[in-house]
């Protein structure tokens, strides 16, 4: 990582105070990683990925920190706040610019993803592969089957974007053909956005580099009563979810049809709670 990247990283790091850090693509030596440390994150903890790949810095006094496996395409890792005892996954993700290889990567996800159970999990980092033809400008269109492959990646690992703000279009070849791409995201699973539904990522200003930084702010819910029910379509990549659905909504209920359809909605969701 070279001198001007260090000073635009530093500048960040002044502005946002962030106490996880994910880099991706630092090509750092074990010598340089030290120094970049000590200089410019001032975190007690780090994790480096093979090659240099992926970084990870945190602050050891507010998380503890678990790299559960990793590989030179992700460092999936699991997360206490030592303040609210909140537990959660995150996956720092570096996709391969080889389709072969990102293919394995979506498997690894899909893996991780009967891991994690019913805890909040956080996906995020450069994927290079878009979801929809639209969120790529220039150059060749985006390949059906790679979109269709990506897609059924986050299906089967029930995720779906964060609420997203900023340039999103990600990606930048700074070249006269101008090619955008978002090539980075944030993906979270349902338990997630239950537990901080006011999450949302932050695209910012590029800077030097072709990709722009990803801010996530992480907003917990303050408990005060019953949560409403929500509906998220990743959950009809459940295997099991077309029977609980219909069991459910199988309750015998002896009322007016307003009653009647509040009283199931309330046994549907109590189904996939339980589940």
Not at 29 to 46: E, F, N, P
Not at 72 to 96: D, M, P
Not at 248 to 261: H, N, S
């Amino acid at each position: 990582m070279g001198g001007e990247k260090q000073l635009e990283l530093s500048q960040f790091l002044r502005a946002h105070k962030s106490s996880f850090i994910s880099l991706q693509e630092t090509k750092l030596t074990a010598a340089g990683y030290s120094v970049m440390k000590r200089k410019l994150i001032h975190h007690d903890s780090s994790f480096l990925s093979s090659a240099g790949r992926i970084c990870l810095f945190w602050n050891n006094e507010l998380y503890e920190v678990k790299i559960l496996h990793h590989s030179s395409q992700y460092v999936h890792c699991h997360i206490l706040c030592k303040i609210s005892q909140r537990s959660f996954f995150v996956t720092s993700v570096y996709a391969s610019n080889i389709y072969s290889e990102r293919l394995h990567l979506w498997s690894s996800l899909i893996e991780i993803s009967e891991s994690v159970l019913l805890l909040p999990w956080l996906v995020g980092g450069d994927f290079n592969e878009v979801r929809y033809s639209n969120e790529k400008v220039g150059g060749r269109p985006a390949h059906a089957r790679r979109l269709r492959k990506f897609n059924e990646c986050i299906s089967k690992s029930l995720l779906s974007d964060l609420k997203a703000t900023g340039h999103t279009l990600s990606w930048s070849n700074h070249q006269a053909d101008h090619i955008m791409s978002r090539l980075d995201r944030i993906l979270v699973n349902s338990a997630f956005i239950n537990d901080s539904p006011l999450s949302m990522v932050n695209y910012l200003a590029p800077g030097i580099s072709d990709h722009s930084p990803m801010h996530v702010i992480c907003e917990p819910v303050i408990p005060s009563g019953p949560k409403p029910f929500k509906y998220f379509e990743m959950w009809e990549a459940h295997p099991s979810f077309k029977s609980t659905v219909e069991t459910a909504w199988a309750t015998k209920v002896v009322g007016t049809p307003l009653y009647c359809l509040v009283k199931k909605i309330a046994a549907t969701k109590l189904a996939q709670t339980m589940e």
